[in-house]
């Protein structure tokens, strides 16, 4: 709530000076040099890894802060104090490497804020020297500061960007072909590098009412975007929101969209196509809860190969007019992928591992819907087990049309072919 009130009492973008520059920086680790002119400023890197202490990282609207590093692979990591309040980016920041920016106040990216970076990880988690200089990224609670972005953050090719904190909200452009968007909350999180490539950002301890939303556009063509607060045993009571678009269309290899949380919300676009040849991509929006909105557009669609697959993974869900989807979203979007809804409680609390299908499903794309329920899978007024796999029903729904015969149930639901 302290992060929200903080927003309200801004624009940022209007208070902070257009000039305004980064102070006091003092390198803690490594070797770099700061210099400023006019109303730009530039950090010289030596070392594969630095690590500069400053007094505020501000950047206004007419000024830029320019990052040269020895190679894509190096990283500087900016640290502001407790006193150093909410970095506020207005302006333009580049590097041909990677950026940290560290600051338990948080941070904003204004509409006129233009990244251009190697790779980009904005949180209000710490990090100690150490760890850092010795690659060990496990990040734990600091401050309670926001990450919000509202301008145009973009990661060269296999590059990354990353928003980290209690509540993560994006209202601009995030883009990162063939790499890793990831916006993440927790107490604890562990982020994994092969080279110079993000490939996981795990949630080790959850935090309690953590907000992860997307108002506007992710894409991440070829690569993969992660929306997380979910910690092992789906230990997470926060909330993952998606009215926005978030593409990972195939280039070079599939792409993927990972929304996970406690409360999963999920509007929009997910698109994970591959329009110009090659297969679909991989969709998974998984929670305790998970709702999906009537207008919800996903696309897995692959003209030339294969169609890709989405995983809807709640503790129960339910096919219904006021349930987790309708049956004509559900229609709707299995023309565009297939799907399977599989629901597993793991010891949670809230639900019992159940599917419910109480509106009418119908399509014949030939692509494929599974339900697969860790207790029991219910149609209508009648409930199907399947004994193929004891203590686990599963029900596959293959369309293909002409050759798979229709499901009639007393209760009149009818999946069509």
């Known amino acids: 709530m302290l992060a929200t009130a903080g927003l309200l009492s801004l624009p940022a973008h209007a208070q902070l000076a257009a000039h305004a520059l980064p102070t006091g920086g003092r390198v803690a680790a490594g070797s770099a040099s700061i210099s400023s002119a006019g109303n730009a400023l530039r950090v010289d890197q030596s070392t594969s890894k630095a690590v500069i202490d400053w007094q505020s990282f501000n950047i206004g609207s007419n000024a830029s802060v320019r990052f040269n590093q020895p190679s894509s692979s190096s990283i500087t990591l900016n640290r ?184 999963t919300t999920v509007a929009g676009t997910l698109d994970v196509s591959a329009p110009n040849g090659g297969n679909g991509g991989f969709i998974e929006t998984s929670g305790h809860s998970v709702h999906l909105d009537p207008a919800l557009k996903v696309s897995a669609t692959a003209p030339g190969g294969k169609t890709g697959n989405w995983l809807i993974d709640p503790n129960d869900f339910r096919i219904a007019a006021n349930g987790n989807i309708t049956g004509a979203a559900l229609s709707s979007i299995l023309a565009n992928t297939n799907a399977t ?46 004994q193929s796999q004891p203590n686990r029903h599963q029900l596959e729904v293959c369309q293909r049309t002409g050759t798979c015969p229709c499901l009639w149930w007393e209760s009149g639901f009818r999946l069509t072919c």
Do not use: H
């Open 80 to 263: 502001v104090g407790a006193d150093g309040g909410r970095s506020l980016i207005n302006g333009s920041m580049s590097a041909n490497g990677q950026v940290w920016l560290l600051n338990p106040g948080g941070a904003l990216f204004g509409p006129t804020a233009t990244i251009n970076v190697g790779g980009l990880l904005a949180s209000s988690l710490k990090l100690g020297n150490e760890d850092f200089m010795g690659g060990n990224y496990r990040l734990a609670k600091d401050g309670v500061g926001s990450i919000v972005n509202q301008g145009r953050l973009s990661a060269q090719d296999g590059g990354y960007i990353a928003l980290l904190a209690p509540e993560v909200r994006n209202e601009g452009v995030i883009t990162a072909r063939l790499g890793t968007v990831a916006l993440a909350s927790g107490d604890e999180l562990r982020l994994d590098f092969t080279g110079d490539r993000l490939i996981e950002v795990k949630v080790d301890q959850a935090t309690v009412n953590a907000l992860i939303e997307n108002k506007k556009l992710i894409e991440a063509e070829g690569g993969w975007v992660l929306m997380s607060t979910d910690a092992a045993k789906r230990l997470s009571l926060g909330s993952v929101n998606n009215s926005g678009i978030v593409r990972a269309t195939l280039v070079e290899q599939e792409g993927q969209i990972k929304l996970l949380g406690g409360t």
């Open 341 to 386: 809804i599989a629901t597993a409680t793991e010891g949670t609390p809230g639900g019992n591992g159940d599917i419910f299908v109480n509106d009418n499903v119908s399509w014949s794309s030939g692509n494929t819907l599974t339900l697969d329920a860790e207790r029991n899978i219910n149609i209508g007024a009648r409930r199907d087990r399947t």
